[in-house]
């Protein structure tokens, strides 16, 4: 009887063993979404984000495409890791670049989230054409607005566009047409992204 126990005893706990081993990990988000891995948080998952960002910097130096589909996935990944939604920042992304890479404004912003290039060095981007580092940029920047505003979205997204120096904390929307079109888009934008997801 009492090798009977034990025997019962090693089956469940091999049974749980391998019906979690090929389960993915999931990890939690703040706004109740959820990333889904298969790979254990023991240091794998950012080795493939390494090789993620040197691959696409190495297809950025060449000036080659990107499909629209890889660019969402990779600022929704992108997201994830700060702590933002993923719809949010690609809602920022489309507005900004319309999901153009190597894009460069009238004022000097370059990439997919359209950065300035003293904002993406104070936000550790190098290579303002890589997709990747173009994402981690815009969501440092972001991440960073969202704890000046105290997560005020409307004012972050106004300080995105118009710089922290325009909007006052605890204030409103500066009155420049650009950024209020910017905000009203990246809103509506947001919404878009939502309603297609599965």
Request: aromatic share 12%.
């Amino acid at each position: 009887m009492r090798f009977f126990g034990w025997a019962i005893l090693l089956s469940l706990l091999i049974f749980s063993a391998t019906s979690t081993a090929d389960e993915p990990f999931t990890i939690n988000h703040p706004e109740t979404l959820w990333r889904y891995s298969n790979l254990p948080p023991d240091g794998r998952e950012a080795l493939l984000v390494d090789e993620a960002r040197e691959n696409a910097a190495r297809r950025a130096s060449m000036r080659q495409s990107f499909e629209y589909e890889e660019l969402q996935n990779i600022v929704g990944d992108v997201a994830l890791r700060y702590g933002i939604e993923p719809e949010l920042l690609c809602a920022v992304a489309w507005t900004e670049s319309r999901f153009h890479p190597y894009v460069v404004s009238n004022m000097g912003a370059e990439g997919l989230l359209q950065l300035m290039p003293a904002t993406a060095r104070k936000f550790g981007v190098r290579n303002l054409k890589s997709p990747v580092e173009s994402a981690e940029g815009g969501a440092r920047y972001l991440r960073f607005l969202f704890d000046y505003y105290d997560n005020n979205l409307v004012l972050s997204l106004a300080a995105y566009n118009a710089g922290p120096g325009a909007v006052k904390k605890g204030g409103k929307i500066p009155p420049f047409s650009q950024t209020q079109n910017f905000v009203d888009s990246v809103l509506t934008m947001r919404d878009h992204f939502r309603n297609r997801r599965p």
